[in-house]
């Protein structure tokens, strides 16, 4: 792999993880109420809601929450999860390819 190609990757790599702990500190958060009396945890709350917010908006609009009795269940993280995961792969693995066509020999 090429040095722009090795950036590539660790940049997608980076990205990838970056967005899913946001992801998942999105979930730990949204399982406790804002505080407004603590200035900290407030802040921490907003900085992380709207960082995660246009990534978890679309899909909580088209999927809804599954009932179980006494409590919901917010599917859309799982699923966000599950698209970064892909988005990755398939982008590596599009570096990788676009990375060995660009070193294969031309026509002699």
């Known amino acids: 792999m090429s040095g722009a190609a090795q950036l590539a990757a660790v940049l997608a790599d ?21 505080y407004p009396s603590n200035p900290i945890l407030q802040k921490l709350y907003d900085v992380v809601g709207r ?35 892909g988005a990755r792969g398939l982008f590596l693995a599009l570096i990788s390819r676009l990375s060995a066509a660009s070193r294969a020999p031309g026509p002699a």
């Open 14 to 34: 980076f990205a990838h993880y970056a967005l899913v702990a946001l992801v998942l500190a999105w979930v730990l958060i949204s399982w406790f109420p804002a």
């Open 51 to 85: 960082a995660a917010g246009p990534i978890m908006r679309p899909l909580r609009r088209l999927i809804p929450t599954v009932d179980l009795g006494g409590f919901a269940l917010d599917l859309s993280p799982i699923l966000v999860l599950l698209a970064l995961s």
